[in-house]
């Protein structure tokens, strides 16, 4: 069998050799190497021999359908090269002229501001933190002090999951705020915590050019000794005014959110007028952003966290919104909608 396997070796290389195009060589490698090819028949051969020969023709085998198989591969090379030549003889091809336009794909605008936010707040020392899509509604709604009963349920349509109901967690849901991660941190890292969370949450409502049952949000909170809504407003102040590139003055109004005490909503000076009043800011000089305020005690019981010892604040605001002021976007489905002619504008 070395024998026959040595001459099968010789003649497959000489016809390797001999072999005039492609075609030609495709042929001759079926005819050895394929799964009927002739080398392929004798090695099925190696198991009837006796055992002492086996592991000796197999090795002598596999080294020359190794050979083989780099003998093709080679002179396949070699034949392509020649035709291409040959082929751009009878053809009039200028070798300088440019090439079709590659298109490159970019990042999406809602991605872009997520990046630039998550950059600004980590050089202040915030972790970059997420949290499942799919939540239970204790982290969603018991975790943040919203009970059964409470009127702020309905402020929230929900997507409830059909899924067995475990007594502490509840139902599954899809998420109505990216504040369970709140919850989640706490319970995993304790305090002291600087964190922002964003994310995609969704609400169960009509979509039209303002409203999307799915869309962006961050969350944002710190947890440490002796913190005040003084600091918020100091950290807000100084994210907004590296979004933007220029000076933003922060202002806060008394508001309530059921997972705050106090609660405020947040507003920034109007950067079309500059606090002039325009139809952007309702002739106010403000612009509405976001809702904050000091993490409530309950909360941070759910955390494990002590409210005597800690105290924190968190603040909350739509991505989704901020893209569409800081592009003018007036159509909150364009982000959405998979349209090029949308997407590459940004």
Request: charged content about 30%; glycine content about 8%; proline content about 4%.
């Amino acid at each position: 069998m070395e024998k026959q396997i040595n001459e099968l070796k010789d003649a497959c290389l000489s016809a390797v050799k001999q072999a005039k195009n492609v075609h030609e060589l495709q042929e001759i490698e079926v005819k050895y190497l394929g799964r009927k090819g002739e080398l392929t028949i004798i090695l099925r051969g190696v198991k009837d021999l006796p055992d002492d020969q086996k592991p000796v023709i197999g090795k002598l085998g596999n080294i020359v359908k190794t050979e083989l198989e780099n003998a093709v591969a080679n002179q396949k090379t070699k034949l392509q090269a020649k035709e291409l030549e040959e082929s751009l003889k009878d053809e009039d091809f200028d070798i300088t002229a440019p090439g079709p336009e590659i298109r490159v794909g970019h990042i999406h605008p809602l991605s872009q501001t997520q990046y630039e936010v998550e950059k600004i707040f980590n050089s202040m020392g915030f972790m970059i933190m997420d949290g499942p899509e799919a939540e239970s509604e204790y982290y969603n709604f018991e975790g943040l002090n919203i009970p059964s009963w409470h009127p702020a349920r309905d402020m929230q349509d929900t997507f409830f999951i059909k899924n067995k109901r475990d007594k502490k967690h509840g139902k599954m849901v899809l998420r109505t705020h990216t504040s369970p991660v709140q919850v989640r941190t706490m319970e995993k890292y304790g305090a002291p915590l600087r964190i922002i969370v964003p994310g995609q949450v969704f609400r169960n409502e009509a979509t039209d050019a303002s409203h999307d049952a799915a869309f962006d949000q961050i969350e944002g909170f710190m947890i440490d000794k002796d913190i005040s809504l003084s600091h918020l407003k100091g950290v807000l102040k100084e994210f907004l005014t590296r979004l933007f590139g220029k000076e933003v003055v922060v202002r806060f109004r008394p508001g309530y959110f059921p997972f705050v005490e106090p609660g405020l909503e947040v507003d920034f000076s109007c950067l079309i007028c500059e606090g002039k009043g325009c139809r952007v800011c309702k002739k106010t000089g403000w612009v509405e952003f976001m809702g904050a305020g000091m993490i409530h005690e309950n909360v941070l019981k759910a955390g494990g966290i002590d409210s005597k010892k800690w105290q924190g604040w968190a603040f909350g605001f739509g991505l989704t919104r901020l893209v569409m002021m800081r592009h003018g976007i007036d159509d909150i489905r364009h982000l959405r909608s998979g349209d090029l002619r949308f997407i590459n504008q940004f």
